[in-house]
């Protein structure tokens, strides 16, 4: 089966501080890996994806994540972190072209402080 | 503008009686979904449909119904079978031959 672990439940950086947040999943064949974002109250907006190919992304926002097969790692980084920035950060793998199931991890909640 | 629907925002409704959610999407895609997300449990599937008049059980469905008698519209009902039904909904779309899920804004459920 597959399944997504975001080991840090809340993070609190200050602003313009680096960023990283950690995400692992567990899928059986070769996954497609998605992070989202939510703003309070919010619905979910896509920040970058991987399928395939280059394993460092880039996404909205400034954002990239990096692909570690050998590690089952999907982490999310950003270089310098803005008070806008503090949301909610989903990871999610499976899905794919044929409409395949979405599992989602627990979330990380980010907190900015300035 | 295209995108994903979903009303009203905010709902409450006595315990023992059904409520609707409605999703609509003008982004012409085959496949809808419904998850709900509780604090501290990311988003767990409830159903999803694949194309009109066809749908299937997610990880959660006990206590929910759907129906898809148009491509446009995948409405949620949560009957008094659900134990425990107050939570934030979240209905998604995702295109044919497209990767991505795009999600609407969602509709918070308060059951009294």
């Given at each position: 089966a597959q399944s997504v672990t975001q080991p840090d439940i809340h993070i609190t950086v200050s602003e313009g501080a680096s960023l990283e947040l950690r995400c692992n999943y567990s899928y059986g064949a070769t996954p497609y890996l998605f992070w989202y974002v939510q703003s309070p109250g919010q619905g979910l907006q896509l920040l970058l994806k991987y399928f395939?190919?280059?394993t460092l992304v880039q996404g909205i926002k400034g954002f990239e994540a990096e692909f570690k097969r050998s590690q089952s790692s999907f982490n999310l980084r950003k270089p310098s972190v803005h008070w806008s920035d503090a949301a909610e950060y989903f990871c999610a793998v499976g899905g794919g072209t044929s409409y395949g199931k979405l599992t989602f991890g627990q979330g990380t909640i980010l907190t900015v402080h300035p | 503008d295209g995108g994903i629907t979903q009303s009203p925002k905010y709902l409450f409704r006595k315990e023992g009686q059904n409520v609707t959610l409605s999703c609509e999407q003008?982004?012409?895609?085959?496949a809808m979904y419904w998850y709900r997300q509780d604090p501290g449990q990311g988003l767990r599937l409830i159903y999803y449909s694949q194309i009109v008049n066809d749908f299937q059980k997610g990880d959660i469905a006990e206590g929910y119904s759907v129906s898809r008698e148009k491509k446009e519209s995948f409405p949620l009902t949560v009957t008094s079978?659900?134990?425990?039904?107050t939570a934030f909904y979240l209905c998604a779309s995702q295109g044919r031959n497209t990767d991505t899920q795009y999600f609407g804004p969602g509709t918070r459920l308060t059951v009294l």
């Open positions: 395939s190919g280059d | 003008n982004l012409n895609h085959d079978a659900q134990k425990n039904p």
